[in-house]
């Protein structure tokens, strides 16, 4: 009886122990020869963002954000068809979050989405270069 339930087990565990080998040391090595983009330092304040222009190279880009107002800001990036392709969550005072896409080559708009803060000089110039 005790064999029936041990069986399955001893199976797994034999499995387990005859997969690929890949190991700790295969992950590092492949994550580092693929780095994560630098991220490109935001501040956001009331009622700007800085620096408002970027010229990044694709197709993956970050944004490391930081509200540096009295405010809550958020940093937001839309394409020509107004369509959002990557944003912050409303960021509260000191607040930081970085982000990061995949974006095909061309021209955004960077802004804050919050009501009227667009409107208010909280936008720029976003250039992916493929």
């Not at 995949?102 to 493929?130: I, K, Q, R, W």
């Amino acid at each position: 009886m005790i064999v029936r339930y041990l069986f399955p087990v001893v199976v797994l565990a034999l499995a387990a122990c005859s997969s690929s080998p890949t190991g700790p040391t295969d992950a590092a090595t492949e994550s580092s020869q693929f780095p994560a983009p630098e991220a490109v330092e935001v501040s956001v304040a009331d009622f700007m963002i800085e620096p408002s222009t970027y010229e990044v190279d694709g197709p993956t880009v970050s944004f490391a954000v930081t509200n540096d107002g009295p405010t809550p800001h958020n940093f937001t990036v839309r394409d020509l068809d107004d369509q959002v392709v990557m944003a912050t969550s409303d960021l509260a005072i000191g607040a930081s979050e970085t982000i990061t896409a995949d974006l095909e080559p061309g021209d955004y708009t960077v802004f804050c989405s919050l009501a009227g803060h667009e409107s208010l000089g909280m936008s720029g110039t976003l250039t992916v270069e493929g």
